[in-house]
């Protein structure tokens, strides 16, 4: 799959370092403060941003993003202005579509992935398709051009590590700890460890999410993988003040970080 994601990560192994993938929740507060949002980290130094489609029941993720979801949907965001957030910050940085399949199928898979491809999206990331049962919506996307991503557990079997590594565009998103998503103090012991030998077991680049929220974090992860997913420390400092500063509280985040 040859597109943005897929050419973010071959420069960043040229530049010889660690990338950073932004999430947002899209509609948190508002679909024009989410494109303010975007903006300010693209210029922070976020490599890719994660559009998040907000959903009244996302089992992956914590308490921060969960209430951002909930927010956005009681100020009733819909699929329509993702696509159009994603529109208007198309040429700022790649974007990957970060959805639950329940949303997606509802839009209706073909409708989805035209307009997306139309709004900008280069792929999607759907956090409970498992790659047995995404032929359908795999080559809706592919059909026109965009990729899709799956995530790679602390679980997962040398079986389904492989075939994760085949079935994913552009890179592997691995998650770093079993649980939800959520602000960490510290990374888990092991993660290092386990990074270096999924990377030296499977051919796509790596990115690494779930409790990345520290300068420190990135600092011991830089050399363990070709990226960071950095979501619910943007989220937080987004609800933190209100729509009122929130794009310059969100690229603060990734300024930190980045100058670890």
Avoid: W
């Avoid at 602390?154 to 998103?173: M, N, Q």
């Avoid at 691995?174 to 993660?191: E, M, N, Q």
């Avoid at 990074?195 to 680049?205: C, T, Y």
């Amino acid at each position: 799959m040859k597109n943005r994601i897929s050419a973010l990560f071959k420069r960043l192994r040229r530049e010889k370092r660690c990338g950073l993938i932004a999430y947002v929740t899209c509609g948190d507060p508002d679909r024009e403060t989410t494109i303010r949002v975007v903006e300010e980290l693209a210029a922070a130094g976020a490599d890719a941003i994660e559009l998040g489609v907000p959903f009244s029941d996302p089992i992956a993720d914590g308490p921060v993003i969960q209430a951002a979801a909930q927010r956005a949907l009681t100020a009733g965001t819909t699929i329509q202005d993702v696509l159009a957030i994603a529109g208007a910050v198309r040429d700022k940085v790649p974007l990957i579509a970060f959805s639950y399949l329940n949303p997606i199928m509802r839009y209706g898979v073909d409708r989805f992935a035209e307009e997306a491809a139309a709004s900008g999206f280069d792929a999607a990331l759907i956090t409970d398709l498992p790659p047995e049962s995404a032929d359908m919506i795999r080559d809706a996307l592919h059909f026109r051009g965009l990729g899709l991503i799956f995530l790679l557990a602390p679980t997962s079997s040398d079986v389904r590590i492989k075939l994760i590594d085949r079935a994913s565009d552009g890179f592997v998103y691995y998650v770093s700890t079993t649980g939800v998503t959520g602000v960490r103090r510290d990374l888990d012991p092991a993660l290092l460890s386990r990074l270096d030998e999924i990377r030296s077991r499977i051919k796509k680049p790596v990115a690494v999410g779930f409790g990345v929220s520290q300068p420190e974090h990135y600092e011991a992860l830089r050399d363990h993988c070709d990226a960071v997913v950095v979501g619910s420390a943007i989220v937080r400092a987004i609800a933190e003040g209100g729509r009122e500063g929130a794009a310059g509280r969100a690229g603060a985040v990734v300024r930190r970080i980045l100058n670890a």
